[in-house]
């Protein structure tokens, strides 16, 4: 089985996790916080860091998910709670999977397309599933420089648009306005969650732990400054505009030139998209093989199972996708902590000699 | 297996019974001193002259024993060998050599007089350098064994021959440096080539669809080379290569894609102007593949893409056009892949009609007939010169540039980033020989890098490619 290096991992938590980030979740911390966006976005930067510092040191152990709870649990109870952790990711999957349908339908056709266009993305993503999640390392490889390229290129054609005087005075939106944009983002927070499915498939380096909980806080730097311009083109109307990423370039002054060259740049955070919307999910099915054992069709049939599930969930909730954030960021918002935040504390605790087995 | 007898007439008559075939002959001569000699032979692949002048000449004052040893010392040939097995003996003939028989003999002599029709060594019309060396392989195995031999003065080169085909039996010249290629690679490549059980082996282009991890896949996975020194660099890396008997073309394992972007002629110019050159090829590749795909896409569900003047033309030029973008596109597309390949099969003197047909009536006209607008000639035009600014991966890449705008005509931009999605993760997956074959893309290996799409200095390049896991790191001390 092919092994996710060092580097690969840190690929992933500074360049790939913050992708998933630039879509929705700036309108949607707008609209909480207003022009205080950046702390709701702070301070679910840095639990998180926590929780992936805290798997990160999981690895020291050198066993995987179910390993562990298997370890402490036996069997029966480790298939059990790998079972519910595996449908928490595959729930983790539907609003980046519903908002990136919407940021395909919107951005990549000029008038409404039909929803055949954005079937083929389920193709994709039966095909990613069906791969080992270990197999994801080497496409990090590829992702990072497209990732850092698409990224760079947006905040560079954007930031001359931007008036960064609209995010003062500090502490307008209050604390209410904080707690209520931290408790927004939380569903866009599950890379800690995303690790945790990882471990057992890299090995432990000196000091991983810090060097991953600071890589992904260096992603979580570069997020912060695109949400700062973001504001700072939008300011007052910023709630309004949808898909971000897509937003705010569009005003660059050689457009009109050379055509909108920034959707280069948008076509590499797209591709990266991609594959980001459908990690929990495959993180998930991994998780089931993990348990369940790996025959040779079994990742196929999951991959299908899943797959179809999620198509008809999005097809069924087409036109929803406000009712559904309502729902999951808003009433539910406390499932994702439990799972990103309190789960890799509570691994920590978990025993840590192997059991004799009979 | 029957061995041969004493009896001289026995032994002809049984080697005659297994080759009935009308083209294997018998020369029958008597020695000065009265002993039987008979020689069977194949007629067209064996140089008569020779067999006279070291076989028939040297035995006719013969009046030693009749046993192989003295009979033997007796010729003048370099290359001979004895045996008593008739169906070696037999499949002896049947390569060329002849085999001399003898009364009271207590082995038949086989004498390497084959005949040799080759071509003369010239330069690869597929792969053709400004500088460095111009000398190319040919069909003769061994002329291109000794191709590479010349470049190797060291015991290290090992060229093994090994035998494919059933009723071919084509000589297979397995090369490799011993401890610089890994022994497993080797192993794993003779393994595969016996285990091939074909009956004819016409080219080594069959032996790839052996030696590849995924044999049904679109993507190249054996390395492929037409000249003897950039065969011999890439054995010098560490990888193995093949000489198929028949075939100009030799094969190298472990194959990195990476590999077709570089050519001889990067290692013999400036570094600048190698990196530049590397860039640029593959600034065409992505250009041959993805630019009819996103006019197409563009023009069908995302006009914002173009430049508002160059819209403006665009609209101007499709205005009256009775066919949809894609499908025009498509008509274009196939039209030049009609010309090509009909431009490389038919003879060169009509070759010159084709380019004014290809050029004038069916581009000019068209254009001016209304059904096809000029920018997408022009599209296609660059795509197709794009193509074949990395002429190893052409039959690789047209395809893929047809799927991309077929579904670019469908789906648009989304399904050209989700087709270059599978595209990734397929390329990613595959390993060959246990080299990842986008390395050192992914996995990222720094040092190999240095001779990738940029290309470092030779003072830079110490070390052998990591990729490759050769056992002998270091090639430049």
């Keep these: 089985m092919k092994r996710i290096s060092s580097r690969q991992l840190y690929f992933f938590l500074a360049c790939i996790a913050p992708v998933g980030k630039l879509l929705f979740l700036p309108t949607q911390l707008a609209n909480s916080a207003r022009n205080d966006l950046l702390f709701p976005m702070l301070a679910s930067y840095l639990v998180q860091a926590g929780a992936i510092f805290c798997v990160l040191l999981l690895a020291k152990r050198k066993m995987n998910l179910y390993e562990l709870l298997e370890n402490t649990f036996g069997g029966i109870a480790a298939k059990i709670l790998i079972s519910i952790f595996a449908l928490f990711l595959f729930y983790a999957t539907l609003v980046p999977l519903l908002e990136q349908r919407l940021f395909v339908q919107n951005v990549f056709y000029d008038t409404l397309p039909s929803l055949i266009v954005f079937a083929p993305y389920y193709i994709f993503a039966a095909y990613v599933i069906s791969k080992p999640l270990s197999s994801h390392g080497r496409v990090w490889d590829i992702l990072a420089p497209l990732s850092v390229f698409g990224f760079l290129g947006i905040l560079v054609l954007s930031v001359g648009s931007a008036d960064f005087g609209a995010l003062l005075p500090i502490g307008a939106g209050g604390i209410r306005g904080f707690l209520r944009g931290t408790m927004s983002a939380t569903n866009w927070f599950f890379d800690a969650s995303i690790a945790l499915t990882l471990l057992g498939k890299f090995d432990y380096g000196k000091g991983m732990a810090w060097k991953g909980a600071l890589f992904y806080l260096a992603g979580g730097v570069g997020v ?88 008809i969930i999005s097809l069924t909730l087409d036109y929803r996708f406000s009712e559904v954030l309502e729902v999951i960021s808003g009433t539910m918002f406390w499932i994702f902590p439990i799972f990103t935040v309190m789960l890799p504390i509570l691994c920590l605790l978990l025993r840590r000699k192997r059991r004799e087995k009979a | 297996m029957k061995n041969i007898t004493g009896e001289l007439i026995k032994t002809k008559d049984a080697l005659k019974k297994l080759l009935p075939s009308e083209d294997i002959l018998t020369f029958d001569f008597i020695s000065e001193k009265g002993m039987q000699f008979c020689v069977v032979f194949a007629d067209p692949i064996t140089d008569k002259e020779l067999l006279g002048e070291q076989v028939v000449r040297a035995l006719l004052d013969y009046d030693g024993k009749p046993t192989a040893a003295e009979v033997g010392a007796k010729l003048t040939s370099p290359e001979m060998k004895t045996e008593t097995a008739l169906d070696i003996l037999a499949l002896e003939i049947l390569s060329g050599n002849p085999v001399l028989l003898f009364a009271g003999m207590d082995a038949a002599i086989i004498v390497g007089t084959k005949k040799v029709f080759t071509r003369a060594i010239a330069e690869p019309s597929t792969d053709v350098a400004v500088k460095g060396p111009r000398e190319g392989f040919i069909e003769d195995v061994k002329t291109n064994t000794s191709l590479v031999r010349r470049r190797f003065k060291t015991g290290e080169l090992k060229i093994e ?310 056992p002998n790191k270091r090639r430049l001390k």
């Design chain 1, 224 to 311: 912060l400054t695109f949400l700062a311009t973001f504001y700072g083109i939008f300011q007052e109307t910023a709630l309004h505009q949808l898909f971000a990423f897509s937003q705010t370039s569009q005003y660059f002054s050689g457009v009109t030139v050379l055509g909108r060259i920034d959707y280069l740049f948008i076509f590499a955070l797209a591709l990266v998209m991609a594959f980001y919307c459908i990690l929990p999910a495959q993180a998930g099915v991994d998780c089931l093989l993990q348990a369940y054992g790996k025959p040779r069709y079994l990742p196929t049939v999951f991959s299908v199972l899943v797959t179809g599930t999620l198509f």
């Design chain 2, 161 to 470: 021959f090994l035998e494919v085909g059933r009723r071919s039996k084509t000589a297979v010249a397995l090369c490799y440096l011993e401890g610089t290629s890994t022994e497993q690679v080797v192993k794993e490549v003779r393994k595969k080539i016996n285990d091939i059980d074909i009956d004819i082996i016409p080219d080594s282009s069959y032996l790839t669809h052996f030696l590849s991890s995924r044999p049904y896949s679109l993507v190249k996975q054996v390395g492929t080379t037409e000249k003897p020194d950039i065969f011999c660099a890439k054995l010098a890396e560490g990888r193995v290569g093949l000489i198929v008997d028949g075939s100009p073309i030799a094969l190298t394992v472990p194959y990195l894609l990476v590999e077709d972007f570089q050519s001889s002629e990067d290692y013999f110019v400036p570094t600048y102007r190698a990196t530049f050159t590397r860039v640029l090829r593959l600034f065409a590749l992505l250009v041959a593949i993805y630019l009819p795909a996103f006019y197409v896409a563009a023009q069908l569900f995302k006009l914002q893409l173009f430049p508002v003047k160059l819209l403006l033309t665009i609209s101007g030029a499709i205005r009256d056009l009775p066919f949809t973008p894609s499908l025009e596109m498509l008509l274009v597309l196939l039209v030049l892949e009609i010309l090509n390949e009909a431009s490389i099969r038919m003879p060169k003197y009509v070759g010159m009609a084709l380019s004014v047909v290809g050029a004038l009536v069916l581009g000019e006209t068209a254009v001016s007939a209304g059904f096809v607008s000029t920018p997408a000639i022009i599209i296609i035009a660059f795509s197709g010169i794009g193509l074949y600014a990395v002429p190893n991966l052409i039959e690789q890449t047209s395809v893929v540039r047809l799927a991309m705008l077929l579904v670019a005509g469908s789906v648009g931009t989304y399904g050209i980033i989700l087709a270059t999605g599978f595209m990734i993760l397929y390329l990613v997956t595959t390993d060959n020989f246990g080299a990842p074959l986008v390395a050192p893309f992914s996995p990222v290996v720094g040092r190999d890098l240095r001779d990738s799409i940029v290309k470092y200095n030779l003072g830079s390049l110490q070390k052998r490619p990591k990729s490759l896991k050769s």
